[in-house]
């Protein structure tokens, strides 16, 4: 027997924590179906609420949107859903708990309640960000899924940038206008396209670059000045620039391995049209606060100094950039802090401010949630440039992956959009050693 708004062939996904950590709203994804949230779920986002970063945010806002819904009735009875679904929380039957099974593990409570109800004959799945947990439940009989929204194919990310054949015609006209009218295969806008020819044996002899509003390729030099003293040392890397030098390009990502000078790029181009061009007030520099490791703990200092530590990568290239550059307005890094030409915020702080007029660059984004890139995008004032680098596969963050993090996923919905231009670097150029590391371990 079936109970009202439900029918025997409803699917019931069992919802565990670290979903609506990673997308606080997640239960709303499900469409006609029971959507469980497990009382003891409720425990763990009790405790989580209190970190002071992003787990805590996460926390704290789905605890705010189930409280919305519980207002609109009985969550044990269930609670309708804009998607057509039912909310409800679950229990634990104490018939189903198999032996040898710890209860003193809040996650084994939680999968055991997707058990309680397979036996009572739902058709349950189990949605899961933690592989292990998917794995306990696969085994006592529980379909276990990875929640599967803002997921991106790997292997079919956009990268920004292809490689094309064209004929001697083709390469005079472009020559000599700095144009070609593209009618092969689709591009989107800004994405660029390594022009070969033949009788060049096969090499690359023009860059071009398509327009936003059209289908014309336009020339991109195939030199670039140093920026800041920093000069591009591959193709990609002059692309990159081009992109980041681009005003009416307001948003850039740049996704890479370690070594190939994605930070560096992106520093050496805000600096430049902040110091020399005034197109910026100010660089705002900031990245994720997540340890690789054992956590040190809190750090003590006024909130700078605090985050003096997090932010050593970023004052390494800064320190490289004031060498290569030898300006007089740029001689130290205390020096861009105290006049206020540059900030560094943590990403808890830049929830809630409007930034005008700015140059934002978010280092290691990939330890973001889609759900905390759209948070920082959504800040850009007027007039303002957002570039977001990382490497997807270097993530530190438990509930996240290459698949599932946040650069990534802006990549892919923004592929489209005129307003965003995106490279992936491949080649490293910090040393022969970080080449062959990144290769090899």
């Not at 809040?106 to 109800?117: P, Y």
């Not at 189990?126 to 929204?149: E, H, P």
Request: aromatic share 6%.
């Amino acid at each position: 027997m079936t109970k009202a708004g439900t029918s025997a062939s409803t699917k019931t996904f069992v919802i565990d924590t670290n979903v609506l950590i990673y997308r606080p709203d997640a239960f709303i994804s499900f469409r006609d179906s029971v959507v469980v949230i497990p009382l003891w779920v409720f425990e763990e986002l009790d405790y989580l609420k209190r970190d002071p970063e992003g787990r805590g945010r996460s926390a704290r806002q789905a605890i705010r949107y189930i409280n919305d819904y519980s207002k609109r009735g009985n969550l044990q009875n269930g609670v309708k859903l804009p998607s057509g679904g039912i909310l409800k929380v679950g229990l634990v039957r104490e018939s189903t708990i198999p032996r040898n099974l710890s209860l003193e593990k809040v996650d084994n409570k939680i999968i055991l309640c997707a058990l309680s109800l397979l036996h009572e004959g739902h058709d349950v799945f189990f949605v899961s960000k933690d592989i292990n947990a998917r794995i306990k439940a696969s085994v006592l009989g529980i379909k276990a899924v990875d929640y599967q929204k803002n997921k991106v194919n790997m292997e079919h990310l956009y990268d920004g940038i292809l490689e094309v054949m064209i004929s001697d015609e083709q390469a005079a006209e472009f020559r000599e206008t700095g144009e070609l009218v593209w009618d092969e295969r689709p591009l989107f806008p800004n994405q660029f396209v390594l022009l070969k020819q033949e009788s060049e044996g096969n090499k690359t002899v023009f860059i071009g670059r398509r327009g936003n509003k059209d289908s014309i390729l336009h020339s991109v030099e195939s030199w670039q000045e140093p920026v800041m003293g920093i000069k591009p040392l591959n193709v990609k890397q002059r692309v990159a620039f081009n992109l980041l030098l681009d005003d009416s390009i307001p948003l850039v990502t740049l996704v890479g391995k370690a070594g190939t000078g994605k930070t560096l790029l992106a520093l050496a181009a805000a600096l430049k049209k902040t110091l020399e061009e005034n197109q910026y007030s100010r660089v705002l520099v900031s990245r994720p606060i997540i340890p690789m490791g054992k956590d040190l703990g809190y750090l003590p200092g006024q909130k700078q100094a605090k985050m003096s530590h997090w932010m050593q990568p970023v004052f390494d290239n800064l320190e490289y950039i004031i060498e290569s550059a030898k300006q007089q307005n740029l001689k130290s890094i205390d020096q861009l802090l105290n006049n206020k030409t540059m900030e560094i915020e943590a990403i808890t702080y830049i929830r809630g401010r409007s930034l005008p007029r700015q140059c934002i660059i978010v280092d290691e984004a990939q330890n973001l949630t889609p759900h905390e890139v759209k948070t920082i995008v959504s800040r850009a004032g007027d007039a303002s440039k957002v570039i977001l680098t990382g490497d997807p596969y270097q993530i530190d963050s438990p509930y996240l992956d290459a698949e599932s993090n946040g650069l990534t996923y802006l990549v892919e919905a923004f592929k489209e959009q005129s307003l965003a231009g995106h490279i992936s670097l491949t080649k490293s150029e910090r040393s022969s050693l970080a080449e062959l590391a990144t290769e090899l371990l």
